[in-house]
């Protein structure tokens, strides 16, 4: 948690030091970001609600998967890297592996 913790106060310390201030931004755009969408039906009336998921200019919506064990997971300038690769493989509808040695946190 405390990790987790430190690697978004780096974030937002990050988000002002680059003067961040419109959503277009490459610094935002490629922070991973979580959206609640509200769908209405034809009476005007709040019928669900979506969780999305964004990153980069790729949306998509979550669909409650097995994330792994966020205790045990660092986050990086790597692995922050390999977020936004992949996301960026879904959105042009690609596929994406990680390839390196053992033990360096491929899993994660």
Do not use: N
Request: glycine share 8%; net charge negative.
């Amino acid at each position: 948690l405390v990790s987790h913790d430190s690697h978004c106060r780096d974030v937002v310390e990050g988000l002002f030091s680059h003067r961040v201030s419109v959503l277009s931004d490459f610094d935002w755009l490629a922070q991973m970001r979580f959206y609640v969408e509200r769908k209405t039906d034809v009476a005007g009336l709040d019928e669900a609600r979506a969780l999305k998921v964004g990153m980069g200019v790729f949306v998509h919506s979550y669909q409650y998967e097995y994330l792994g064990c966020h205790s045990r997971l660092a986050i990086t300038p790597l692995t922050e890297r390999v977020h936004r690769c992949m996301s960026c493989a879904l959105a042009m509808h690609y596929a994406a592996a990680v390839e390196g040695p053992s033990g360096v946190g491929k899993t994660e």
